[in-house]
């Protein structure tokens, strides 16, 4: 592991040259989870029972607050650095390394991830905290919470490169990351929880690997799942997405290989 030390140390370094981008990613998360939650209030405000798919207000609150936390620690911008590096060409460079270059983008897309809940994502959950009425997890939520948050994060690392290899096939992935950012953000249950969602739309989104980037963890945080077998069901399917999501980013890696090689005559 030794050889990939370096990506994750370049990887951080270039990320703190712009530290003004934490900056704006917590104005940006602070002002997306306020809006939500005012929202969501006016939508508990018409309710007498106070529920709302079997949340009440402090509990979706806290759903809200760590989706828009969650979301922001999957940006670690493995699909830009990807496509970036085949546009200026420094995709002939990284394949001249003695490394997985997968595995590489990972190293350096980890400390991104990492400094991103370090920096932005604790002090918007404190500001939080101290403004509005949250439900606190239980220890077994906190535990079960960061197994599957890791098992999240292996997935957003999987999504993200397969978009970043889109840049072997268009030369500008751009529009395919805003289509991904919104369908990602949907159907992962960072805009509304999958289980508010009507019953057709909720089964697409359990169909798909993205409710195990958001949904799945903080269904796991929040208790709502169905004994033992049910916390084990949720991880299960992370674990499998995440298997397939990476047998599929190699696949797609030894494909976009061949396609540079033959470009290159």
């Keep these: 592991m030794n050889r990939y030390t370096p990506f994750a140390t370049a990887g951080l370094q270039s990320l703190l040259q712009y530290r003004s981008t934490f900056l704006i990613s917590a104005v940006t998360a602070t002002t997306a ?33 760590l989706a828009q936390i969650l979301g922001l620690v999957q940006a670690n911008r493995v699909d830009e650095e990807v496509s970036g590096e085949v546009q200026r060409g420094d995709i002939a460079v990284s394949l001249l390394r003695p ?43 906190v535990l079960l919470f960061a197994c599957s948050a890791a098992l999240s994060l292996v997935i957003g690392f999987g999504v993200n490169l397969l978009v970043g290899l889109a840049g072997f096939v268009t ?6 990351r805003v289509v991904k950012d919104s369908v990602v953000a949907f159907f992962a249950g960072q805009v509304v929880p999958l289980a508010l969602m009507p019953g057709p739309l909720a089964a697409v989104a359990h169909a798909l690997p993205f ?19 049910g916390a084990a069901g949720i991880l299960a399917v992370q674990l499998g997405w995440a298997l397939a999501l990476t047998a599929l980013a190699a696949y797609a890696w030894r494909g976009a290989v061949r396609r540079v090689e033959v470009l290159g005559g």
């Design 211 to 229: 409710q195990g980037m958001i949904d799945g963890p903080l269904r796991l945080l929040l208790g709502r799942y169905d004994g033992l077998l």
């Design 33 to 65: 989870v306020g809006v939500q939650v005012f929202l969501w209030r006016a939508v508990y405000a018409g309710r007498e029972s106070g529920l709302l798919g079997g949340y009440d207000l402090p509990t979706l609150t806290t759903y809200v607050l």
């Design 99 to 141: 490394v997985s270059y997968p595995l590489s983008r990972f190293a350096a897309g980890l400390p991104v991830s990492l400094t991103n809940a370090a920096l932005v994502a604790v002090p918007v959950l404190l500001l939080y905290a101290f403004l509005l009425p949250l439900t606190a997890p239980t220890w077994t939520g």
């Design 171 to 176: 030369t500008n992935i751009w529009g395919v």
